[in-house]
C-alpha cells in the first residue's frame, strides 16, 4: 500500500472512530424496529404511558416506544443505539447534539421525539456512502477542523445543513450559520476553513 493511500486510510479511520459514527448503528434499525411493535402488541400494561413514535432515521423507517417527555437525542442514541450524535450541555446551548430534522439543523435534546413524528433525521451517520467519508466530513479531515472531536458531528452536521441552504456560502453565512455550535477546543479557524472546502468539494 502506499504512503498516501496509508494516510488517508488512516485519517479516514480515525475520524470514522474520533467522531463515534457508529456505521453498525444504521444496521440494528430493523431489529428495532420489530422489538418496539413486539412490545407494542405483547405488553400494553407494562408500556402504559408510552407512545409508538414512527419516523424515518438515515432513510430507514423505524418505530420506537417512547414516553412523552422523551427526547429526540436519547432516542437516537438510547434506542437505536446511534451514538455519533453527543449529548453535551443537554440545554439546547451548545449545539454537540445537531442532526438534520427535513433538511434543517435541530438540537437533539431540546426537541422533543414525538415532535420528529413521521419526520426524516439524518444524524452523523446517515451522511457516509458505505465505507466513503462525505465530502464535508472529508473536509473536516483535510482541514484538521477538530481537536478532541467531541463537537465535531455537531459541526458536521451544522456545516451539512448549512451547504444545503447555500451552496456557495460566504464566509460571513458560515459564521452565521454555525454560530449556535461551540467549540471548547476553539478549532474555529479550521472549521471554518472545513465548511468552505466542503462548499468547494460539493460544488465538483
Ligand atoms: S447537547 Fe444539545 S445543544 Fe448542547
Ligand atoms: S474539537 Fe474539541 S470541542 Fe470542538
Same mark, same amino acid.
Given at each position: ?10 485519517s479516514?479511520? @480515525?475520524?470514522i472512530?474520533?467522531? +463515534?459514527?457508529g456505521?453498525?448503528? #444504521?444496521c440494528v434499525?430493523? *431489529?428495532?424496529?420489530? /422489538? ?7 405488553g400494553q ?7 409508538v413514535?414512527?419516523l424515518t432515521?438515515n432513510?430507514k423507517p423505524v418505530?420506537v416506544?417512547?414516553e412523552?417527555?422523551?427526547?429526540l ?5 438510547e ?5 455519533g450524535?453527543k449529548?453535551?450541555?443537554n440545554?439546547g446551548?451548545?449545539? @454537540?447534539?445537531?442532526?438534520?430534522? +427535513?433538511?434543517?439543523?435541530v438540537? #437533539?435534546?431540546?426537541?422533543? *421525539?414525538l415532535d420528529? /413524528?413521521?419526520q ?10 458505505g ?5 464535508v466530513?472529508?473536509?473536516?479531515v483535510?482541514?484538521?477542523g477538530?481537536q ?17 441552504k447555500?451552496?456557495q456560502?460566504t464566509r460571513?453565512?458560515?459564521l452565521?450559520?454555525m454560530?449556535g455550535n ?8 479550521n472549521?471554518?476553513?472545513? *465548511?468552505l472546502a466542503? /462548499?468547494?468539494?460539493m460544488?465538483?
Amino acid at each position: 500500500m502506499s504512503d498516501e493511500k496509508k494516510a488517508n486510510d488512516f485519517s479516514r479511520r @480515525g475520524f470514522i472512530k474520533g467522531v +463515534g459514527a457508529g456505521i453498525a448503528g #444504521s444496521c440494528v434499525l430493523p *431489529a428495532l424496529e420489530n /422489538a418496539a411493535v413486539a412490545q407494542d402488541g405483547t405488553g400494553q400494561k407494562a408500556h402504559a404511558g408510552k407512545e409508538v413514535l414512527s419516523l424515518t432515521v438515515n432513510g430507514k423507517p423505524v418505530r420506537v416506544l417512547v414516553e412523552p417527555k422523551t427526547t429526540l437525542v436519547e432516542v437516537l442514541r438510547e434506542h437505536l443505539q446511534l451514538t455519533g450524535t453527543k449529548l453535551v450541555c443537554n440545554k439546547g446551548t451548545c449545539g @454537540g447534539c445537531t442532526v438534520l430534522l +427535513g433538511g434543517q439543523a435541530v438540537y #437533539s435534546c431540546h426537541m422533543l *421525539a414525538l415532535d420528529a /413524528a413521521g419526520q426524516e433525521v439524518t444524524t452523523i451517520e446517515g451522511l457516509m456512502t458505505g465505507e466513503e467519508l462525505h465530502p464535508v466530513q472529508q473536509a473536516f479531515v483535510d482541514k484538521d477542523g477538530l481537536q478532541c472531536g467531541f463537537c465535531t458531528p455537531g459541526q458536521v452536521m451544522a456545516a451539512q445543513a448549512l451547504l444545503l441552504k447555500h451552496p456557495q456560502p460566504t464566509r460571513e453565512q458560515v459564521l452565521e450559520g454555525m454560530s449556535g455550535n461551540i467549540c471548547r477546543c476553539a478549532a474555529y479557524p479550521n472549521i471554518l476553513a472545513s *465548511a468552505l472546502a466542503a /462548499a468547494e468539494k460539493m460544488r465538483k
